[in-house]
């Protein structure tokens, strides 16, 4: 059974924005850590940004300053805004939802960044 369903995914040329967005159930959503990951070809699954259930934000450094993560609680969902996009953003993009090391993945999302 699925439980995170992304979408938003798609072409964008450099400089570019887009947005994904990842539902859940509630009863994961109002506890657990929510996250994106996102994987390159050839390359290790890395991580994107996270959110607690307080609101709390990390993100790795390649994407600060150009990636928001945020929830919208009344649809139980998470929200991944990319503006600035760059070549190197080209990924599949997965949802996480993480508690006490448990974790639920997507299918995942492809983000292509290309002229």
């Known amino acids: 059974q699925e439980q995170l369903v992304e979408s938003g995914g798609g072409l964008v040329q450099p400089g570019g924005s887009l947005g994904l967005s990842c539902a859940a159930p509630r009863s994961i959503f109002s506890i657990y850590v929510m996250g994106w990951y996102r994987q390159a070809p050839g390359k290790q699954r890395e991580l994107v940004a996270v959110?607690?259930?307080?609101?709390?934000?990390n993100y790795a450094d390649s994407v600060k300053g150009r990636f928001t993560i945020s929830r919208e609680k009344s649809k139980n969902t998470v929200l991944l805004q990319m503006n600035s996009l760059k070549p190197e953003d080209t990924a599949v993009y997965y949802c996480?939802?993480?508690?006490?090391?448990?974790?639920?993945w997507g299918k995942g999302t492809l983000v292509t960044v290309s002229s």
């Open positions: 996480n939802a993480n508690w006490g090391g448990i974790n639920y």
């Open positions: 959110i607690t259930s307080g609101g709390s934000t």
